[in-house]
C-alpha cells in the first residue's frame, strides 16, 4: 500500500521548485525561487471502488541557489480509508540536496505506514564521465553504478522547464531519487500543454496571487512515472503512477492532481510563501 502514496520526489521538488526561473530573487540565483508551499490533498475519484476517502498534506521547502546547491524538505502525511474499518496512515519524509551542475546528489528519506517501524534510506549519488556512483549507508551499506544519462531531481526540473520553454511536447528521462530502497530508476515521460499566460483568469490561490508569480506564465504538465525494472509485454507499460500540475516558469507548481491507477488524488495550494536566497558572490 505504501507506494499508492508515494510521490516521487524529483517531480515534487518540480513541483516545489517544481524547478524554474523568477524574479529578483531567481534572477540573481538562477532559476529557482526559494519557497515553502503547502498542498492539501483530497480524493477525486476511486476507479476500483476499494477507496472511500483519502486525505492528507504536502510540504515542500525548496532553497539554494546556482552556486551553493539547492536544497528540497519534503513531508506527505496521507490517509486513506478503504472501507470497513480499514484506514491506512502514511508518512513520507525526505531531505535532498543537489548541486546546480547536476554532478552530486545526497538524501536521505524515511517512510512509514501506520505504527510500524519507519524505513530508512541515506545515500550519495556522484556523476562520474558516463556513468553514476552511488553509495547507500541505509536501508543496508551498498555501492553501484548507474547510467551516466540518468538525471536527479532538480535536473529533471531543468529539463522540463527548458524543454516547455522551447516549445517541445514530450520529453523522456530516466531519474533517480532515491526513493524506495535506494536503488529504484523511473522511466519517465513528460507531456507539455501550451503556454499559460499570466494574464489568463484562472481559479485564485496563494501562487496567483503573490506579487512574484503574477507576471509569469505556466505549462500544463503531466509526469508518468514506469518501473525500469517491469519488462514491457504486449500493448503499452502502464506507470506506477502519474503527477500532473501547471508548472511557473520559475518552478512553482499549482493545481497537483496524483494519479495512482486505483484512484486520483488532487492537492490543492493552502499556502505559499517566498523564502530569502543569499545572492551568489
Known amino acids: ?51 472511500n476517502s483519502a486525505r492528507g498534506r ?32 502514511s508518512d513520507l519524509r525526505s531531505n535532498s540536496w543537489e548541486d546546480a551542475a547536476g554532478k552530486s546528489y545526497r538524501f536521505k528519506i524515511e517512510t512509514r505506514m501506520n505504527e510500524a517501524d519507519a524505513g530508512r534510506v541515506d545515500g550519495s549519488a556522484e556523476r562520474d564521465g558516463d556513468h553514476i556512483n552511488v553509495k547507500l549507508k541505509l536501508p543496508a551499506p551498498k555501492s553501484f553504478t548507474l547510467d551516466g544519462k540518468i538525471v536527479f531531481p532538480t535536473q529533471q526540473i531543468q529539463r522540463i522547464i527548458a524543454a516547455a520553454q522551447e516549445g517541445k511536447s ?16 523511473y522511466n519517465t515521460l513528460t507531456v507539455i500543454g501550451q503556454p499559460i499566460p499570466a494574464d489568463r483568469a484562472t481559479s485564485s490561490d496563494p501562487s496567483t496571487t503573490d506579487e512574484h508569480m503574477r507576471s509569469l506564465k505556466r505549462w500544463p504538465v503531466t509526469v508518468s512515472y514506469f518501473d525500469r525494472d517491469v519488462q514491457q ?49
Do not use: W
Open 1 to 51: 500500500m505504501l507506494h499508492l502514496f508515494r510521490t516521487s520526489l524529483g517531480v515534487m521538488a518540480l513541483a516545489a521548485a517544481a524547478f524554474s526561473p523568477g524574479s529578483c530573487a531567481q534572477a540573481a540565483n538562477g532559476p529557482f525561487l526559494a519557497h515553502q508551499a503547502l498542498y492539501d490533498l483530497s480524493l477525486v475519484k476511486s476507479r476500483s471502488n476499494s477507496v
Open 58 to 89: 504536502i510540504l515542500y521547502n525548496f532553497t539554494g541557489s546556482s552556486c551553493e546547491g539547492y536544497t528540497s524538505e519534503f513531508r506527505q502525511v496521507s490517509e486513506l480509508d478503504s472501507g470497513e474499518g480499514k484506514v491506512t496512515l
Open 170 to 185: 514530450l520529453l523522456e528521462l530516466s531519474v533517480y531519487d532515491g526513493s524506495d530502497d535506494g536503488q529504484k530508476v
Open 233 to 281: 509485454k504486449e500493448g503499452e507499460q502502464t506507470p506506477v503512477y502519474a503527477m500532473s500540475f501547471e508548472l511557473y516558469e520559475n518552478g512553482v507548481s499549482r493545481q497537483l492532481v496524483l494519479d495512482y491507477n486505483d484512484f486520483v488524488i488532487s492537492g490543492a495550494m493552502g499556502k505559499f510563501d517566498v523564502k530569502d536566497s543569499k545572492p551568489c558572490n
